[in-house]
Nanobody
Framework: QVQLVESGGGLVQDGGSLRLSCAVS????????MGWFRQAPGKEREFVAG????????YYADSVKGRFTISRDNAKSTGYLQMNSLKLEDTAVYYC??????????????????WGQGTQVTVSS
């Protein structure tokens, strides 16, 4: 079993920055994709960014491209989502997730096998 634990959420002003972390523990795999998703009230869970754990290749949703950066520290078994220039519409619960399917980028939540509990990000005006 794989455990994912997010941290780093909070309240930030419009235009501010936050960095989310996702600590991975339990059974580990040499190759998987870590994804970040978010879900705002009344909306579906949406893909934000993904990174291949072994190669560090990244993929972003258009809505965050140029503002968010996904990264990982293999030694610490931790993934990160650096969020800059935050907007009101970025307010959501953010989840990290992992999928063992590395054949292509998966943006649908159903493709991910493991999930964290989520961390709230609130952007205020």
């Amino acid at each position: 079993q794989v455990q994912l634990v997010e941290s780093g959420g909070g309240l930030v002003q419009d235009g501010g920055s936050l960095r989310l972390s996702c600590a991975v523990s339990g059974r580990t795999f040499s190759s998987y994709i870590m994804g970040w998703f978010r879900q705002a009230p009344g909306k579906e869970r949406e893909f934000v960014a993904g990174i291949t754990w072994s190669g560090g290749n990244t993929y972003y949703a258009d809505s965050v491209k140029g503002r968010f950066t996904i990264s990982r520290d293999n030694a610490k078994s931790t993934g990160y989502l650096q969020m800059n220039s935050l907007k009101l519409e970025d307010t959501a619960v953010y989840y990290c997730a992992a999928t063992l399917d590395t054949s292509t980028w998966r943006v649908g939540p159903r493709a991910y096998d493991y999930w964290g509990q989520g961390t709230q990000v609130t952007v205020s005006s």
